[in-house]
């Protein structure tokens, strides 16, 4: 049984699944290979990755083939065709963190080619530094909760904050504060705006106004707020001469002389489709209370998604309360948990990773592009680069058939390969598209130490249960391949589970001595529950040394003020990217021309029910699911004009692909916006063929694999149109769940892999 932690006011239901689920049918019991892989190659016997059985074979035979595949493109092209940015969540704990131990392992025999960046807000984390010097507002130094309550009237959140999202945060979560952040300001009397396509994104005790622009459309909101601040004189002119630099560049923009069009509120009215008056009357209410600007990462994750962190910044600055406690700007506070809470200035234990010998590196959301054109230049951030060959794909701890965009185009891509190794728990599609699949532990099944920077707790992470099969945890797996490779104990230094547990306790207690707090010694931290440190002293506003003195507190950007025209971006001639905030029109959105085909635009967001696709197969994410299928919300108008009904069994389709859902009528959508949850397993009609129909609800079939820019190349997973249809024929039975058709091993040596 799963009982929450009596200090959390706001337990999540998520972890129950981890519990009931462990031994579900999808457990990967046994070390297995892929039988055309093993018999010689992907092309044996037509099976092709995805597609056929697969052979469960012992450890040492397991271990031999991976040993191998990594020798052969050590020794032909060297590590650099060794693919291992192994992007990815994995489980709680910050000893056995997949990625953390992957790269070491990597690292530890002389490298392999990496990513950058992350899905979670790729185009936010290459922008931020060019307008503000550095990431302050997205990963850290947002304005309080406290701050925000005391002084804030109003609210603006773009995108909402859903508090199903706050639920999670990587490293683990000992107390869930969105809601009780949130109802502490309703209190205080904020009043609340929520610009989202979703109403619910914002829980309902908030009463918050509800502002439905066309998805994509918030830049040409923001510069129509912007234009009616400007021309009615409303924008904080003292701020803009000593805290910014540019604003004459971005103000004649706004007016049009850039041989465009004046961004009114008439011009922004007829692209996000809400009424010119309402957004003047936004603007004069943002200029005359103190107003808190919020957005959260999912805007970002489109096309263009550098413009709308951008254009809110350029916002926040017009309106000059940026530095003020309860004002300016921020990101991400309905996404993870924690922020908007100061952070514990401990630097919590994490698994050392090495050094990478190897430079080379893709943007994350660019593997498939990497797979299908090695060699080719593409722009990223101001350099030009080449696509590495990549021979040899390793994952630990993530599940690219469930977070990568296009999913048609990365079976295609995934084919490239020479092999694909995988450990995972489950049977998920990314085990599934491997040619060696090692059996991991899950988080239940090992000891850790669970902690996070946004959290004041550290708590001890107890084994509870034994392995499942033969299943291994990824460092002992790791240790065994540093051992056959020859690096042994530099991967191990000698330490099992407790000795590196012990070692990482030891150097959080010296971090947490240092600022003055007192831990207990290990076996003490061990036996007792969470340990909770003194609360932080309160954080200053976001950039409020910086606001009130900008010549003593300069911001690291080139001109040391908040940047709304960059040189350095106008230096890269990037068309897709301009150099100060503007409206650029995504290829799919509800205004393009694309969507006289596929009329609806789809969202498709994090998933109330679990953590992106972990535990799909568990009790709490199928039982939302209505006819085995994902939800797809659809407002009762759109389902109508179609011949839907509640429950209906549809088809979700594009040029790219198409996914069976199920019908679920609500007015919480907009008109013309579906909302699909991610993390529905991926559950090809025909496996390992590209274009088939996804049984079960993966919006990933559906969305475009296409950078935002060529700054960021991050994700566009949110720039996405579909048209839906009532699925008429007989329902193809769900696979995804069950394992693979597994065979027993033959008794004989195994040929080489290549
Ligand atoms: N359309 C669309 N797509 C999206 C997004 C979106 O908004 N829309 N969001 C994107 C974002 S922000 C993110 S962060 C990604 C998330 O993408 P991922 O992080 O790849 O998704 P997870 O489902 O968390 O995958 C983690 C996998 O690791 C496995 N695992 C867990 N613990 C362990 C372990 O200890 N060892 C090993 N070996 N395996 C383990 C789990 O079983 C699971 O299969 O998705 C992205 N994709
Ligand atoms: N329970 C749970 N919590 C999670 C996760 C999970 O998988 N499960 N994943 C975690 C991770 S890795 C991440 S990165 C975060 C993601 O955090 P976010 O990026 O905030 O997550 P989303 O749920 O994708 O999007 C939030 C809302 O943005 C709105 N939105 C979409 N497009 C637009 C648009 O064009 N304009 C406006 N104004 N609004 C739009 C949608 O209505 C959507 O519900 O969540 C984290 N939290
Ligand atoms: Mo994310």
């Known amino acids: ?38 018999e010689g190659g992907k092309a044996a016997g037509g099976e092709h990755r995805g597609r056929g059985p ?159 622009p066309r998805p994509g459309s918030d830049v040409a909101l923001i510069l129509g707020l912007a234009h009616t601040l400007l021309v009615e004189g409303l924008h904080d002119k003292d701020f803009l001469a000593r805290c910014t630099s540019g604003f004459d560049r971005f103000a004649d923009y706004l ?12 011009w922004a009215a007829a692209l996000c489709e809400l009424p010119a008056a309402q957004i003047r009357e936004l603007a004069r209410e943002m200029a005359r209370s103190r107003t808190m600007l919020m957005m959260s990462w999912s805007l970002q994750r489109a096309e263009f998604g550098e413009q709308p962190y951008w254009a809110l910044v350029a916002l926040a600055s017009m309106l000059g309360q940026v530095g003020l406690p309860g004002g300016g700007f921020g990101f991400g ?64 701890g993530g599940n690219p058939f469930h977070h990568h965009q296009d999913l048609n185009r990365l079976v295609r891509a995934w084919q490239k390969p020479e092999a694909v190794i995988v450990h995972e728990s489950f049977w998920t599609a990314t085990a599934r598209f491997a040619d060696i699949v090692l059996p991991a532990t899950t988080l239940l099944e090992r000891n850790d130490i669970a902690c996070s920077a946004r959290d004041n707790l550290v708590s001890p992470s107890h084994r509870i249960a034994e392995p499942a099969g033969q299943a291994r945890n990824d460092h002992a797996i790791f240790a065994a391949l540093a051992l056959r490779l020859g690096a042994g104990d530099t991967f191990t230094e000698g330490l099992d589970e407790e000795g590196w547990l012990r070692r990482l306790y030891s150097q959080t207690c010296e971090q947490a001595q240092r600022v003055g707090y007192a831990l207990p010694d290990f076996e003490i931290f061990w036996q007792g529950g969470p340990i909770v440190l003194p609360a932080p002293a309160q954080s200053m506003p976001l950039l409020a040394a910086f606001a009130a003195d900008p010549a ?103 040029q790219r692909g198409a996914c069976l859902a199920s019908a679920c009528l609500s007015d919480q959508v907009r008109c013309g916006v579906v909302q699909m949850a991610t993390g529905a397993w991926y559950d090809p009609l025909v496996p390992g063929e590209p274009g088939t129909l996804d049984k079960h609800g993966n919006p990933n079939v559906l969305t475009r694999d296409v950078g935002t820019s060529r700054l960021a190349q991050a994700t566009s997973a949110l720039s996405c149109l579909v048209e839906v249809q009532r699925f008429v024929g007989e329902l193809p039975t769900l696979t995804c769940h069950e394992p693979p058709p597994l065979q027993a091993a033959v008794a004989t040596a195994p040929a080489s892999p290549t």
């Open 552 to 654: 003593a507190n300069p911001l690291p950007t080139p001109s040391g003020l908040i940047e709304l025209y960059s040189d350095k971006i106008a230096s890269y001639g990037y068309h897709d990217c301009p150099p100060h905030p503007a409206w650029l029109e995504p290829a799919e959105w509800l205004g393009a021309q694309a969507a006289q085909k596929h009329p609806l635009h789809l969202v498709s967001n994090a998933p109330a029910n679990k953590l992106h696709s972990q535990y799909d197969h568990g009790d709490l994410s199928r039982a939302d699911k209505l006819n085995g299928r994902e939800p797809l919300r659809i407002h009762p108008q759109d389902a109508a004009s179609r011949g839907i009904s509640q429950g209906d069994v549809v088809r979700v389709f594009n």
């Open 54 to 212: 697969f052979v469960e074979v012992d450890w040492e035979t397991a271990l031999d083939l991976v040993a191998r595949a990594i020798g052969d493109v050590r020794s032909t092209v060297g590590n650099e065709g060794l693919y291992a940015g192994s992007y990815g969540w994995s489980s709680a704990g910050r000893f056995h963190h997949s990625q953390s131990q992957i790269h070491r392992f990597m690292n530890v025999i002389g490298g392999c080619t990496r990513s950058v960046q992350n899905y979670s807000h790729g185009a936010g984390e290459t922008l931020l530094p060019y307008v503000l010097g550095d990431r302050r507002g997205l990963l850290n130094g947002q304005t309080s909760w406290e701050d925000i309550a005391r002084h804030a009237g109003t609210v603006v959140m773009f995108g909402g904050a859903p508090v199903r999202n706050a639920q999670v945060n990587s490293g683990g979560v000992g107390r869930h504060v969105l809601r009780e952040s949130l109802l502490a300001c309703r209190e205080a009397g904020v009043r609340f705006v929520s610009i989202s396509p979703v109403r619910d994104d914002t829980m309902p005790e908030l009463q918050a106004r509800w502002l439905a």
């Open 1 to 38: 049984m799963l009982l929450p932690w009596e200090g959390d006011p706001d337990p999540s239901r998520l972890g129950e699944s981890l519990l009931s689920s462990r031994l579900a049918p999808a457990r990967v019991l046994r070390p297995a290979v892929r039988r055309g892989f093993l």
């Open 333 to 396: 506070y309905g996404c993870v948990n924690g922020v908007g809470r100061p952070l514990v200035p401990i630097n919590w234990p994490a698994m050392p990773q090495g050094k990478n010998p190897v430079t080379q590196s893709i943007p994350v959301a660019r593997i498939a592009d990497m797979l299908l054109n090695p060699g080719k230049l593409y722009d990223f951030d101001g350099h030009e680069r080449a696509f590495p060959h990549v021979r040899l794909v390793y994952w630990a």
């Open 255 to 266: 007016m049009g002389r850039d041989e465009g069009v004046p961004r009114t509120a008439e």
